[in-house]
């Protein structure tokens, strides 16, 4: 199992350069470099919401005793399904994975 990485460009009024982590355990992981900021959240926990020119990537819970907070990134479409593949290998090389076990 690899942890896959991606650079994507935040949208928005800055664009803000980030380094985005696909774990295949079920975890993403946001670095958005030019804030020092790191995101993190369970695939369970992560919406994608499709916009006239961006996608928003939503993590829709919180959990206020670990360091994963609700937040929002808006990402062009082409990120946003490239990282909803990226998202959905990983889950199944996990049940492959643990099939094989």
Request: with cysteine; net charge neutral.
């Amino acid at each position: 199992m690899i942890i896959k990485s991606r650079r994507y460009v935040i949208q928005g009024k800055i664009k803000l350069p980030s380094q985005v982590m696909v774990n295949p355990t079920g975890e993403i992981t946001v670095l958005i470099q030019d804030q020092n900021r790191r995101l993190e959240a369970s695939f369970e926990d992560v919406i994608f919401q499709r916009k006239k020119h961006t996608t928003a990537l939503k993590c829709k819970n919180c959990n206020s005793t670990s360091k994963r907070c609700k937040w929002v990134l808006e990402l062009n479409h082409e990120d946003a399904y490239e990282l909803k593949c990226l998202m959905d290998e990983a889950e199944e090389e996990l049940e492959t994975l643990m099939c094989d076990l």
